[in-house]
């Protein structure tokens, strides 16, 4: 399924380093995770204000969908919202794009499962009443799967 930007209200930038490029001048296969917990944790800290004092999040899955390449010079983003919230597990789908003069285009996109987490307890735990409101009221609920 391809991913409209229009659905997606948080963007944040992504800066390449040197050390994310490969031997034939791409970034990495596996820096493509790093940049998508950059953004993820940008959305938390900036668009849901996640209290990490008191509630944890691990990360349980991931999934990514290599587009197009990413190359050392290119000015790249990443949208970031949430698709689906169950009772201490949510999706968070990320678009990474290209910032070019004709407008943005789509190089990857991916999919984590991420789960609540008591790191104290050392357990997962139901998703804070507060941070579900937020991501439901951030990214609207008519785009989200509640499965809870």
Request: aromatic letters at 12%; proline letters at 3%; a neutral charge.
């Amino acid at each position: 399924m391809a991913e409209k930007l229009s659905d997606y209200k948080f963007r944040t930038a992504i800066p390449i380093r040197f050390s994310d490029i490969d031997a034939v001048g791409h970034v990495n296969n596996a820096i493509y995770l790093t940049y998508f917990e950059i953004a993820r944790f940008n959305y938390w800290k900036e668009a849901i204000n996640w209290n990490f004092s008191e509630h944890g999040v691990i990360v349980g899955r991931s999934e990514i969908n290599y587009l197009k390449p990413v190359n050392l010079h290119d000015q790249i983003a990443c949208y970031v919202r949430v698709v689906r919230i169950g009772n201490s597990s949510f999706d968070v789908m990320h678009v990474l794009v290209r910032v070019t003069p004709n407008g943005e285009e789509i190089c990857t996109t991916g999919k984590t499962v991420c789960i609540s987490y008591d790191y104290k307890a050392n357990k997962s735990i139901q998703i804070p009443a507060t941070e579900r409101d937020q991501m439901i009221a951030f990214d609207e609920p008519r785009l989200i799967l509640n499965t809870n």
